[in-house]
């Protein structure tokens, strides 16, 4: 006998496990530390601020003066989330002279903004 719950989502009457799928469902899970890392990786994307400066940096690598011009917000705030940008490799930086400026990691950071905004704008 199963139990079910008005909770929103269809459930199964009859409680029965399909073997076969469960165990190819677990042997294709990654390992705890590798889901706790793309669990952290997606955390960077849940804060409309990281957003908005991936997008500026869609168009071309910036300093920090030219990201708070941009999004309208203080250096130190740019700054803020800069480093944790930069910690979690989504946005990589170059000095030059006593500027730094800032771009996308790689080809990767660009696929998953674009994939992301595919999704919510179908």
Known sequence: ??????????????????????????????????????????KMFGDTTRIRILFALFESEMCVCDLAETLGMTQSAISHQLRLLKASGLVGARRQGKSVFYSLADAHVRTIMAQGWEHITE
């Open 1 to 42: 006998m199963s139990e079910r719950y008005d909770i929103g989502v269809e459930c199964c009457e009859e409680l029965e496990v399909h073997t076969g799928v469960v165990n190819a469902a677990r042997a294709g899970l990654p390992d705890e530390n590798s889901m706790q890392d793309l669990a952290e990786l997606f």
